[in-house]
């Protein structure tokens, strides 16, 4: 892959006047998005799925590159080599992405990929492309616990220079609570998936189960993709995919985009990969504030968030 390529997938940029742009974000359907997906949201949902592609949907910061790392070495059946072949980012595009007008989109990168796709998205369910579910195409969710979640948000927010400026912590929690971050609600995108994977055949997963027990969670991946590996390439699976082996990783840890965009030494993306640091950023009181809150907005549902383990 050239490199003007990689350079042009930092998605971001220079526009005029040559700094970088932290993009603002304008409401599409009630959901805050990157303006540059907003403008171009006609062209996103138009996006027509092929039945065979794979869809994998978070909330940002929820897991994604690892459970995107997992999926392509299951699908090639652990072949590190080939799974180095590109950055993450184009083994499987970003379906929303969507730069200012010199970078290529996620919609350009599918373009030129014949099915069968991964495709990555961080659209709550009702904003994804209905072909996806005409098509009944397979989809992977990882849910992260919302303290968590938050944190590594926040740390994304200030590390990556294309989303809105995060303010000081104490003024961030209440953002993700009145779900104004970019992709919105956390609450309601969790809650989305949860109502419709099984109607839609969605694998559900969680972020703090896939640290308790990588290897019962790669194997549980291995079945809905419908593949059956031999133990030791399991656990070959599980080793790459750690947290230390993906760090090292340049295919899967983010420095494929460019330090002014990506400045990973303000927080790095691969920043600490742990259940339970919420710990250490809530104070007493915003942990209660922000407990109190979640009650109400998760009242009636089941889903079986941990944040501890
Ligand atoms: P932290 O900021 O808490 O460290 P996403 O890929 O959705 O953007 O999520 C990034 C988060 O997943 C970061 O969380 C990152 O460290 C963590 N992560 C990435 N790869 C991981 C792995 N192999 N094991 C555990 N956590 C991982």
């Given at each position: 892959?050239s490199?003007?390529?990689?350079?042009?997938?930092?998605?971001?940029?220079?526009e005029?006047?040559?700094?970088i742009?932290?993009?603002?974000?304008?409401?599409v359907?009630?959901?805050?998005?990157?303006?540059?997906?907003?403008?171009?949201?006609?062209?996103?949902?138009?996006?027509?799925?092929?039945?065979?592609?794979?869809?994998i949907?978070?909330?940002p910061?929820?897991?994604?590159?690892?459970?995107?790392?997992?999926?392509?070495?299951?699908?090639?059946?652990?072949?590190q080599e080939?799974?180095?072949r590109?950055?993450?980012?184009?083994?499987?595009p970003?379906?929303?992405?969507?730069?200012?007008?010199?970078c290529?989109?996620?919609l350009?990168?599918?373009?030129?990929?014949?099915?069968?796709?991964?495709?990555?998205?961080h659209?709550?369910?009702?904003?994804?492309?209905?072909?996806?579910?005409?098509n009944?195409c397979?989809?992977?969710?990882?849910?992260?616990?919302a303290?968590d979640n938050l944190?590594?948000?926040?740390?994304?927010?200030?590390m990556?220079?294309?989303?809105p400026?995060?303010?000081?912590?104490?003024?961030?929690?209440?953002?993700?609570m009145?779900?104004?971050?970019?992709?919105?609600?956390?609450?309601?995108h969790?809650?989305?998936?949860?109502k419709?994977?099984?109607?839609?055949?969605?694998?559900y997963?969680?972020y703090?189960?896939?640290?308790?027990?990588?290897r019962?969670?790669?194997?549980?991946i291995?079945?809905y993709?419908?593949?059956?590996?031999?133990?030791d390439?399991?656990?070959?699976?599980?080793?790459?995919?750690?947290?230390?082996?993906?760090?090292?990783?340049?295919m899967?840890?983010?420095?494929?985009?460019p330090?002014?965009?990506?400045?990973q030494s303000?927080?790095?993306?691969?920043?600490?990969?742990?259940?339970?640091?919420?710990?250490?950023?809530?104070t007493?009181?915003?942990?209660?504030?922000?407990?109190?809150?979640?009650?109400?907005?998760?009242?009636?549902?089941?889903?079986p968030?941990?944040?501890n383990?």
């Open positions: 892959m490199d003007k390529r990689v350079v042009a997938l930092s998605g971001s940029i220079q005029a006047g040559g700094s742009i932290r993009f603002p974000l304008i409401s359907q009630g959901v805050p998005l990157r303006n540059h997906i907003a403008t171009n949201w006609d062209s996103i949902s138009a996006f027509e799925a092929h039945p065979s592609d794979l869809l949907a978070t909330y910061k929820a897991g994604t590159t690892w459970t995107q790392e997992i999926v392509d070495l299951l699908l090639n059946d652990g072949d080939v799974c180095r590109a950055p993450i980012a184009v083994r499987m970003f379906l929303e992405h969507f730069s200012p007008p010199h290529p989109s996620g350009e990168l599918l373009k030129g990929m014949p099915p069968p796709r991964v495709i990555k998205t659209l709550p369910f009702q904003l994804v492309p209905q072909g996806f579910w005409k009944k397979k989809t992977i969710y990882v849910a992260r616990n303290k944190v590594s948000y926040f740390h994304f927010d200030r990556n220079q294309t989303q400026e995060p303010g000081p912590w104490d003024s961030y929690i209440p953002k993700f009145e779900g104004k971050l970019a992709w919105g609600s956390w609450y309601d969790v809650k989305g998936y949860w419709e994977r099984e109607k839609n055949n969605i694998l997963l969680f703090e189960d896939m640290k308790e027990n990588p019962r969670e790669v194997e549980r291995m079945r993709l419908g593949k059956s590996l031999p133990d390439v399991i656990s070959r699976i599980v080793e790459l995919t750690s947290f230390k082996a993906m760090k090292e990783n340049p899967v840890n983010y420095t494929f985009i330090m002014p965009v990506f400045d303000i927080s790095p993306f691969m920043r600490k990969g742990e259940v339970g640091d919420w710990n250490n950023h809530f007493q009181e915003q942990s209660r504030v922000f407990d109190e809150d979640y009650e109400i907005q998760m009242k009636g549902s089941n889903i968030f941990r944040i383990i």
